[in-house]
């Protein structure tokens, strides 16, 4: 079993920066892909971006590139994503996701998940 702690929301103004962190313990020996997906009120959780176990591959969802940034520690078992020039339709409550394997899409095919963070974003 692997366990995820994700923290560092909270609430900022437009065009602020927020990093989330997403750290893992238990069985974190696997070769763990990594997610970050959001869930706004009344919508359905989405993929925001994606790392691999190295680091090699890394996905962003269209609406954050250019200025979301996912990066990770091995060593600390730890995920970020750096959120810059936050806008209002960022706010969501966003979770950090894990998988054996390769990064994915679906909601599904994650099986660890935190326990979600809230981020606001003020106009």
């Known amino acids: 079993q692997v366990q995820l702690v994700d923290s560092g929301g909270g609430l900022v103004q437009a065009g602020g920066s927020l990093r989330l962190s997403c750290a893992a313990s238990?069985?974190?020996?696997?070769?763990?892909?990594m997610g970050w997906f959001r869930q706004a009120p009344g919508k359905g959780r989405e993929l925001v971006s994606g790392i691999s176990w190295s680091g090699g591959y890394t996905y962003y969802a269209d609406s954050v590139k250019g200025r979301f940034a996912i990066s990770r520690d091995n060593a600390k078992n730890t995920v970020y994503l750096q959120m810059n020039s936050l806008k209002p339709e960022d706010t969501a409550v966003y979770y950090c996701?894990?998988?054996?394997?390769?990064?994915?899409?679906?909601?599904?095919?994650?099986?660890?998940w935190g326990q979600g963070t809230q981020v606001t974003v003020s106009s």
């Open positions: 996701a894990a998988r054996v394997g390769a990064v994915s899409f679906g909601l599904d095919d994650y099986n660890y």
């Open positions: 238990g069985r974190t020996s696997s070769t763990l892909a």
